[in-house]
């Protein structure tokens, strides 16, 4: 995997190009303490992976997210910031974002992501997930999957971090329902994981 870290902390550059030197499956190929640099590696260095805080940038917002979808469809991203807020991880996705860390995870769960979005998967961290979850009703006119309400109650309890046990409790089904019906979800929305599937589902609007 060839990385590119876009960080305007130069030691955290540092810790990060420490932490992964021992790691044959990857190699930082370029930095960048800004946007302006960030998109002249993407034209000029063949990129698999950004490692990417967008606080990097002085526009508003998420936009170099955007920016770097636009101008690199085929990179994959992953957000590494201070930021929390749940509308800030829902847009960071919707925009591109194959993956998203606080700056307080650890190296492990950093390597993992790394490892996961190389490999074409999603990674959010685990306490993340709820933060991607408001109760209102999902938004009209986006496009949607043919899910049946029991699979969308399912994938909305999956969002709020139900376990099997306990969706099958709140649905007054069995354990072994809950999971077939996963199975189905995970059909449906092209998806092998629960954290995929939340992924997908934000991004198609069906939970918010």
Same mark, same amino acid.
């Given at each position: 995997?060839?990385?590119?870290i ?25 930095? +960048?303490d800004?946007? #302006? &640099? ?5 034209e !000029? ?5 950004? $490692?990417? @805080? ?6 508003p ?20 910031t ?10 960071a ?14 190296s492990?769960e950093?390597?993992? +992501?790394?490892?996961m #979005? &190389?490999?074409g998967?999603?990674?959010? !961290?685990?306490?993340?997930v709820?933060? $991607?979850? @408001? ?10 999957p043919?899910l ?7 994938l ?8 099997n046990?306990?969706i099958?409790s ?28 939340v ?5 198609l609007?069906?939970?918010?």
């Amino acid at each position: 995997m060839r990385l590119i870290i876009a960080d305007n902390q130069e030691v955290y550059r540092e810790g990060v190009k420490s932490l992964l030197a021992d790691l044959e499956w990857v190699t930082v190929v370029g930095e +960048a303490d800004d946007d #302006v &640099a960030l998109l002249e590696l993407l034209e !000029q260095v063949a990129t698999h992976v950004v $490692l990417l @805080d967008p606080g990097i940038s002085d526009r508003p917002g998420l936009q170099v997210v955007e920016r770097v979808h636009e101008l690199a469809p085929e990179v994959r991203m992953v957000i590494v910031t201070a930021v929390q807020d749940h509308a800030h991880v829902r847009k960071a996705i919707e925009f591109g974002a194959d993956g998203y860390l606080l700056k307080s995870a650890s190296s492990h769960e950093l390597v993992t +992501a790394l490892r996961m #979005v &190389a490999d074409g998967h999603q990674h959010l !961290q685990g306490e993340l997930v709820n933060s $991607l979850v @408001d109760r209102s009703a999902t938004s009209p006119g986006r496009p949607r999957p043919q899910l049946s309400s029991q699979h969308l109650r399912i994938l909305q309890l999956v969002a709020e971090g139900s376990k099997n046990k306990q969706i099958a409790s709140e649905l007054d089904i069995g354990e072994t329902t809950v999971k077939s019906q996963l199975r189905m979800v995970y059909s449906l929305l092209d998806v092998s994981s629960r954290v995929e599937a939340v992924v997908r589902a934000v991004r198609l609007g069906l939970v918010e």
